[in-house]
């Protein structure tokens, strides 16, 4: 039975990519635009997911609306500072304009897609209370961050500029956590190597779809490095951090914050 039910989650998981490489593919030939393509890159998969998990909803949006919206403010505006990338044809924007709803909806859908493919796939505990006392922590830490965003956004904007902004994000936000988290608790490797591999398939489809669509660029000039994709900068950090390392540093935060690091 056991095995069974193990064929059955590794035939969804190669069922949910095939989807992503044929939504990939409609939204290259249509030229849908950013909103509409991440609706169906993220939203279908999100959904589905949902209705097998529908346990987990509640638990899950809370995150997003407590955690990653806060974060996304924040991180957006400062890549907007240091020009690390752009969506150059937003329906609608904030923030003195540095900040497109399309990034909103898109940060929102990826996040969830990755703790509910998580929780789905790879979670292993049965019964799930809401949070962990823990989450306290992280609240205080993101109300924190928010705060001394807003204070220097008003009287100190200048002090909001930070040059490799995409590479400083990536350390202190993905690799110490992750490194941190997987020396505490070592077991959760491989089940991160697993997130990590399939959204790896998932960020290079969408991005070779994004950069051809010029649905975003990346015209700044701190990076790593950079690929040249269909006549665009393809910096070697979107690869390292996002790619590579994005969702399985999400789900570290998700796990020891909000789960129960199992």
């Known amino acids: 039975m056991k095995k069974l039910k193990n064929f059955e989650k590794k035939a969804q998981i190669l ?3 095939l989807f ?3 939504a990939a593919i409609t939204v290259d030939f249509f030229h849908l635009n ?3 393509a991440t609706l169906i890159l993220f939203g279908i998969p999100s959904l589905y997911l949902t209705f097998n998990n529908p346990r987990l ?7 997003m609306v407590i955690i990653v919206i806060p974060m996304v403010l924040i991180f957006e505006y400062l890549a907007f500072v240091d020009q690390t990338w752009f969506v150059p044809n937003s329906a609608f924007r904030f923030l003195d304009g540095s900040i497109p709803i399309e990034v909103v909806v898109w940060s929102i859908l990826w996040v969830y897609y990755g703790v509910m493919f998580w929780e789905y796939f790879l979670d292993t505990e049965k019964r799930k209370r809401l949070f962990p006392k823990s989450i306290m922590n992280l609240i205080l830490f993101v109300t924190l961050l928010l705060l001394i965003f807003f204070f220097l956004y008003i009287f100190y904007p200048g002090q909001l500029y930070i040059p490799y902004f995409y590479l400083a994000l990536g350390i202190t936000f993905g690799i110490i956590p992750m490194s941190y988290l997987l020396w505490k608790y070592p077991r959760l490797l491989p089940k991160l190597l697993i997130i990590g591999v399939y959204f ?3 960020s290079l489809l969408t991005e070779l779809v994004g950069l051809r669509q010029y649905h975003w660029y990346f015209g700044g000039a701190h990076y790593l490095g950079y690929l ?3 006549g665009q900068k393809l910096p070697y950090d979107e690869i390292l951090f996002w790619w590579g390392i994005g969702l399985p ?3 570290c935060w998700y796990e020891f914050f909000a789960d129960d690091r199992q």
Do not use: D
Not at 57 to 63: G, V
């Open 15 to 17: 069922w949910l990519f």
């Open 20 to 22: 992503t490489l044929v």
């Open 34 to 36: 950013f909103l509409i």
């Open 57 to 63: 909803i509640k638990k899950s949006l809370l995150f």
């Open 200 to 202: 790896f398939g998932v």
């Open 228 to 230: 040249n994709v269909s």
């Open 249 to 251: 540093a999400m789900v």
